[in-house]
């Protein structure tokens, strides 16, 4: 989530970051407010419907997206900043968001005044991927971040082959930092840490997003970037298609045939996220490149609207979690729920009852009323930011 000085010639940046943002908030209202979030899979071909597969489908295209976004601003960035400048900002930001995940947006999830459990999600993620580029930035040169980016997106599937010990040293480093589909690590004061993200797949596409940066330079020719983005778009979907058809290497979980062709679809179609498979990788970030290479020069009521939330956004991510979150707990407890059942010590998210929800239709009005909601603020924000270059705006 860097910004930068983007100008009107690759402004299609923000507009697709604000793009996925809007879209990323749909997956956090779902869990919050749908009826069957904490007790049916959206994505399971064998028991979801279309509408839900595909409403949670939709969302998996924001992570990866932040990942190569952020990765093309630290480039766009650093061209007025030395080497040594650049490396620093990023573990800087690194560690500022791993500060942010582990106590404001830990508690944005829960609203667990105890801390529990510690979420290491999104922000870790990127967190932690800014620290492994900021270190390469120092060593490395743009090409040879591109170059390492894409060995760890289309190796790292390789690692699913090897077999540690369960609680051994290689499981919990592979568990963090490879193959881990989400692991909860004891504490010792009877608490946890959920390791929802792991570190070097997201830091892989985070890479490759800051070799990509190349091609935004000023002096590289417009056409050029264009057919560069349009081309390893579909290059990246028409892969996607051959590797899921063969269905051997680059996901965790292999496709099957179900009890109706729209099922078996819809297995096709279920990369896995978590961790980001190549398969996942590739037909998330292919549209989005795609998207790229066609919006760069959309000026319209739409892609204006969009560039609001692109241009802030942290300061959309955090408020619209504890907007969320806000929302829920009124509407709980508005819904009969005394305190201590809206409390109670076993609700993994506090104020958020396991037979709590609505149908999906309510849930994407829900969203959109949010989205809205938030659009004056992150104008405001915006034209602050920009009106106000203080050194410290540049973490928000």
């Known amino acids: 989530m860097l910004t930068n000085g983007i100008s009107l010639r690759i402004k299609s940046i923000d507009t697709v970051r604000g793009l996925i943002m809007v879209i990323m908030a749909l ?3 779902r869990d919050y407010f749908h009826i069957t979030a904490f007790s049916a899979d959206p994505l399971d071909p064998a028991t979801t419907n279309p509408a839900l597969f595909f409403t949670r489908w939709i969302t998996h295209f924001c992570a990866p997206s932040f990942m190569l976004l ?3 601003s630290a480039y766009l960035s650093g061209q007025n900043k030395t080497t040594a400048d650049t490396s620093s900002f990023l573990l800087k930001r690194g560690l500022w968001l791993i500060l942010v995940e582990i106590t404001f947006m830990t508690f944005a999830f829960s609203f667990d005044v105890t801390f529990k459990t510690i979420f290491l999600a999104v922000l870790w993620a990127l967190g932690t ?3 492994v580029l900021g270190l390469f930035v120092r060593f490395f040169s743009p090409k040879a971040i591109l170059i390492s980016g894409l060995v760890l997106i289309f190796g790292h599937n390789l690692f699913d082959l090897v077999k540690a010990a369960p609680g051994s040293g290689l499981d919990i480093f592979l568990g963090i930092f490879m193959t881990g589909a989400g692991r909860f690590v004891p504490r010792g004061d009877g608490g946890n840490i959920a390791f929802l993200y792991v570190i070097l797949p997201w830091a892989g596409i985070m ?4 070799g990509l940066g190349m091609i935004y330079n000023r002096a590289f020719p417009e056409q050029k970037r264009r057919k560069i983005l349009l081309q390893s778009g579909v290059a990246a979907i028409v892969l996607f298609l051959v590797l899921r058809f063969v269905n051997y290497y680059g996901d965790q979980s292999l ?4 009890s109706e062709g729209m099922r078996t679809f819809l297995s096709f179609m279920n990369a896995s996220k978590y961790p980001p498979s190549l398969i996942f990788t590739l037909i998330t970030l292919g549209p989005i490149l795609i998207l790229l290479a066609f919006t760069e020069h959309t000026d319209n009521a739409l ?3 969009f560039t609001v939330y692109g241009k802030v956004p942290f300061f ?3 408020l619209h979690f504890y907007l969320i979150h806000l929302l829920t707990m009124i509407a709980v407890l508005s819904s009969g729920y005394t305190w201590a059942q809206a409390t109670a010590p076993d609700l993994f998210f506090k104020f958020r009852p396991n037979d709590f929800g609505y149908s999906l239709g309510i849930v994407y009005v829900i969203w959109i009323s949010i989205v809205l909601a938030l659009y004056y603020p992150c104008r405001w924000f915006g034209n602050y930011r920009e009106r106000n270059k203080k050194w410290w705006l540049s973490y928000l």
Do not use: A, C, K
């Not at 890479?207 to 800051?210: E, K, N, P, Q, W």
């Not at 496709?255 to 179900?258: D, G, H, K």
């Open 303 to 305: 892609t204006r609207f």
């Open 27 to 29: 997956d956090h209202v």
């Open 70 to 72: 952020s990765g093309i």
């Open 316 to 318: 959309y991510f955090m």
């Open 255 to 258: 496709w099957s045939p179900q």
């Open 207 to 210: 890479m490759s997003g800051y």
């Open 129 to 131: 991927s800014m620290l």
